[in-house]
């Protein structure tokens, strides 16, 4: 990422496979969804182009745009962040920068915080969101105020493998918040014309089988 107005450039070192599996499966994950509506063209998988603004340059760990924008310089309406260990902290700074860079064009950001020492995957939903100005006042007259907020949160806990070589128990993942959603037109920047056209959806099921591959590289 390249802060223009700071002239820093901030390099994330992905720490490896996990990484990189984890990332790829929601990816798979959730372009399986899209094709069990009956499309897939309407929607580019373009992974980790880098994309500019007027507050800089970043690059996301994957990201999708829609055929809607055909652009080269065109947005993403989704973007996904992956940490390994990585601050938490980070990743929200990361969700930030591109729903309040882009212009609102980013409409949805995820972030995947996993921590290979507690064997936990903690996934966040970021959003522009209006709410009532707090301090509203005669220089700040705006009734409601517009900012990154954190809308779900879903965690997916345990379990080690039993042996080197094991692969976590399927029955033993326990997700706690789910479904998450993902509105159709948020991504789509259109209204679903009706079934199976629809908000994208993930069960408790979808995110024990996401877990389940993530942990399976021991």
């Given at each position: 990422m390249y802060l223009n107005h700071e002239k820093a450039l901030i390099v994330k070192i992905t720490p490896g496979k996990r990484h990189e599996i984890a990332t790829s499966q929601f990816a798979r994950m959730f372009i399986a969804k899209i094709e069990a509506m009956g499309f897939g063209p309407e929607l580019y998988d373009i992974r980790a182009a880098t994309f500019a603004s007027i507050m800089g340059q970043k690059e996301a760990d994957t990201a999708f745009q829609p055929s809607s924008r055909p652009l080269n310089a065109d947005l993403p309406?989704?973007?996904?962040?992956?940490?390994?260990?990585?601050?938490?902290?980070?990743?929200?700074?990361d969700s930030r920068w591109w729903l309040a860079s882009s212009g609102r064009e980013v409409k949805i950001v995820l972030i995947f915080s996993i921590s290979e020492a507690t064997r936990k995957i903690h996934i966040e939903q970021w959003e522009m969101f209006s709410a009532q100005n707090p301090h509203r006042t005669r220089a700040n007259p705006q009734a409601a105020v517009t900012t990154a907020t954190k809308i779900h949160v879903v965690d997916i806990v345990g379990p080690f493998p039993l042996a080197p070589g094991s692969a976590p128990a399927f029955s033993a993942l326990v997700v706690t918040d789910a479904p998450l959603t993902l509105d159709f037109d948020k991504i789509f920047l259109r209204q679903p014309t009706g079934h199976p056209e629809g908000n994208i959806i993930f069960t408790a099921h979808d995110f024990r089988q996401y877990?389940?591959?993530?942990?399976r590289l021991v």
């Open positions: 309406t989704l973007v996904v962040e992956c940490g390994v260990s990585q601050s938490l902290g980070r990743l929200r700074l877990a389940f591959h993530v942990w």
